[in-house]
C-alpha cells in the first residue's frame, strides 16, 4: 500500500473497514477485463438477467418524459403507483392495502436504506440467514448496529426457522430479515412457514421484515406473499428483478402506516424522491401486455433452471436444495475445491465461464459453495457446461 493509499484509508470512517467488498464485481471486472483482451466469457456471475426491460415499460417513460414530466416526485413516489402497486396486491394475491402503506425508493436497497436507518438504533441487532445476501447486513452497520448472521444448512432450506428466531433472539435483536424467493439459493418460504416465523417474532415484540425482490420468478408454485398471513410484517420489493428494470433503480416497501412520516422525512433528506422516468416506465407494468411479455420470460428462465439441474450434478457440483424460485442455483462445490473465491477465479481464467464465491453469501460452508446465476440463454449454458466438463476432465475434479 502507498504513502498516498494508506493516508486515506486511515481518513475513512471505521464502518468502511467492517463493510466488505462485493466479490462477485471482482469477479464480473476480471471477466471483463478478459472480455476486452478478446476471450469469450459466458457470464453466470451476477444477477441481471439477459432480457431488456419489456417495450410496453420503455414506451411509457419516452411519452411521459416527452411531455414534460421529468421533475420531482413527491418523496415517497407517484400516488398513482402507489395505488397500482396496492391494486396488485389485492388482484394477485388477494390482500388488501392502503396505498399510503407504499413506500417507492431507487431500489430495494433504497427502501432497506429508509428502514435501516428508521428503525435500527445503534447496537440493535438483525438476524440473518447465513448463505444470504451479503449487502443486508451491511446496511445495518451503515446505522451503528449489527447484522448477526445464523449458519442455516440445506436441511431448513438455508432459511431462518422459528425455533432459530426463539433460539438467538436477546435484548439488543430488533429485526429479522427472510428472503423468498432467496439469493443466493433460490428457495422459498411457505405460507406455514411465514407464519410461523411472523408468530415467533411477534413473541419476541419484534419485526420480522421480507425481502420478496425475487416474487413472480417462481417455478414450482404460485408467488406468494408474508402479507397474506402476517399483515404486521415488512415488504420489501423491487422492479429490478421480476420486472426487468435493473438500471432504473426502483424500488419499494410496505410499511404499517404509522412509519410512513418518518420515512418520508428521511426520503426527502437522503433521496429527494425516486427516479421520475422508472416511475412512469412501472405504471405499465401491470398492463396485461407487459405481463404476458414476463411470463414468458419466467417460462424461460424455469427452462434454463431445468437443464442447470440436470447438469451441474454430473460434472460433480452438488445441489442440495433446488431452488424454486429466482434465477439461481447454490451449488456444493466440495468436490472441488474448500476455497470457492480461488476457483472461481481459476475456473474463470481457464474456462470463460464467471460464477460466483460463495464466500460473497455468508461464512458457513461459504469456501466450498459457489452459485451459477441462469441469466443467459440455454445455448450458452450448454457450451458453459461443456467448457467445465473438459476442463474437469483434464484437471482430474479434484481439490
Known amino acids: 500500500m502507498s504513502t498516498e493509499q494508506a493516508q486515506a484509508s486511515s481518513a ?5 473497514a467492517d463493510i466488505k467488498p462485493f466479490q462477485v464485481m471482482a469477479i464480473l471486472a476480471e471477466a471483463q477485463a478478459l472480455q476486452a483482451q478478446g476471450q469469450d466469457i459466458i457470464h453466470l456471475e451476477v444477477g441481471e438477467p439477459d432480457f431488456p426491460t419489456p417495450q410496453p415499460m420503455i414506451d411509457a417513460a419516452i411519452k411521459a418524459m416527452n411531455a414534460g414530466k421529468t421533475g420531482y416526485t413527491p418523496a415517497l413516489g407517484l ?3 402507489r395505488q397500482k402497486l396496492a391494486d396488485y396486491y389485492h388482484s394477485r394475491f388477494g390482500v388488501s392495502i392502503s396505498p399510503k402503506r407504499i413506500v417507492l425508493a431507487p431500489g430495494a436497497s433504497g427502501a432497506l436504506l429508509l428502514l435501516t436507518a428508521a428503525r435500527l438504533n445503534p447496537g440493535q441487532k438483525m438476524l440473518l440467514a447465513d448463505p444470504g445476501y451479503p449487502c443486508n447486513r451491511h446496511f445495518a452497520r451503515v446505522f451503528e448496529g449489527r447484522g448477526q448472521l445464523l449458519p442455516c444448512g440445506a436441511a431448513q432450506k438455508f432459511q431462518l426457522t422459528a425455533a432459530d428466531i426463539r433460539q438467538h433472539w436477546s435484548a439488543d435483536t430488533k429485526v429479522a430479515l427472510v428472503a423468498s424467493p432467496a439469493n443466493p439459493t433460490g428457495t422459498v418460504l411457505s405460507p406455514d412457514e411465514l407464519s410461523a416465523l411472523a408468530a415467533a417474532v411477534r413473541e419476541q415484540q419484534g419485526e420480522l421484515w ?4 425475487y416474487q413472480g420468478l417462481n417455478y414450482t408454485s404460485a408467488p406468494q406473499t ?4 402476517a ?3 415488512v415488504v420489501l420489493n423491487s422492479f429490478s428483478k421480476f420486472f426487468g428494470m435493473t438500471g432504473w433503480r426502483l424500488g419499494w416497501a410496505v410499511v404499517p402506516e404509522s412509519w410512513v412520516p418518518d420515512l418520508d422525512t428521511l426520503a426527502q433528506n437522503l433521496f429527494l424522491a425516486p427516479p421520475t422516468p422508472a416511475q412512469y416506465a412501472a405504471l405499465a407494468a401491470f398492463e396485461p401486455e ?5 411470463e414468458e420470460r419466467r417460462a424461460e428462465l424455469a427452462e434454463r433452471r431445468d437443464y442447470l439441474l440436470e447438469a451441474l450434478p454430473q460434472l460433480g457440483f452438488g445441489v442440495p436444495v433446488a431452488p424454486d424460485g429466482a434465477f439461481y442455483i447454490y ?8 476455497d470457492s473465491l480461488s476457483f472461481c477465479s481459476q475456473v474463470l481464467r481457464e474456462t470463460g465461464v464467471a460464477i460466483t464465491p460463495g464466500v460473497d453469501f455468508g461464512e458457513h460452508e461459504a469456501g466450498s459453495h459457489v452459485r451459477f446465476a441462469f ?8 457450451e458453459a457446461v461443456a467448457r467445465l466438463q473438459n476442463w474437469l476432465t483434464a484437471v482430474g475434479g479434484v481439490r
Open 79 to 81: 400516488p398513482g403507483l
Open 290 to 294: 407487459t405481463m404476458a411479455i414476463l
Open 226 to 229: 408474508v402479507l397474506s398471513v
Open 12 to 16: 475513512s470512517a471505521r464502518r468502511c
Open 210 to 213: 421480507v425481502d420478496e425482490i
Open 231 to 233: 399483515d404486521d410484517a
Open 375 to 382: 441469466t443467459t440463454r440455454l445455448e450458452r449454458l450448454q
Open 331 to 338: 451449488a456444493d462445490a466440495s468436490r472441488f475445491t474448500s
